[in-house]
């Protein structure tokens, strides 16, 4: 089964930038259409972005369309959330998930595998 780990997050004033990875072990990554949520205190996870297994499609929230980027790296089995002009909004854990179906979700309890998550603070 796939195991994302993620990394990048961190702390960064409104207006900066942050690039999320999430490494893939275990599992045909490749073949997995796989996403990106997060969490902030006291609020359910949300959907932020999600990728076709192939990287020809993508998603996002409207809360963050036009700032963030969602991509993949196949043979390196790695997805990335480019995260642009960021929002003290945009605090939150950011977790990487895997879906073993064929069709996109935005819905958390739909996808099979996650990581264990990567804070993102953004100061005003």
């Known amino acids: 089964q796939v195991q994302p780990v993620e990394s990048g997050g961190g702390l960064v004033q409104a207006g900066g930038s942050l690039r999320l990875s999430c490494a893939a072990s275990?599992?045909?990554?490749?073949?997995?259409?796989m996403g990106w949520f997060r969490q902030a205190p006291g609020k359910e996870r949300e959907f932020v972005a999600a990728?076709?297994?192939?990287?020809?499609?993508?998603y996002y929230a409207d809360s963050v369309k036009g700032r963030f980027t969602i991509s993949r790296d196949n043979p390196k089995d790695t997805v990335y959330l480019q995260m642009n002009s960021l929002k003290p909004e945009d605090t939150a854990v950011y977790y990487c998930?895997?879906?073993?179906?064929?069709?996109?979700?935005?819905?958390?309890?739909?996808?099979?595998?996650w990581g264990q998550g990567t804070q993102v603070t953004v100061s005003s």
């Open positions: 275990g599992g045909t990554f490749s073949s997995k259409n």
């Open positions: 990728i076709s297994w192939s990287g020809s499609a993508t």
């Open positions: 998930a895997a879906d073993r179906s064929r069709v996109i979700h935005r819905t958390p309890t739909l996808y099979d595998y």
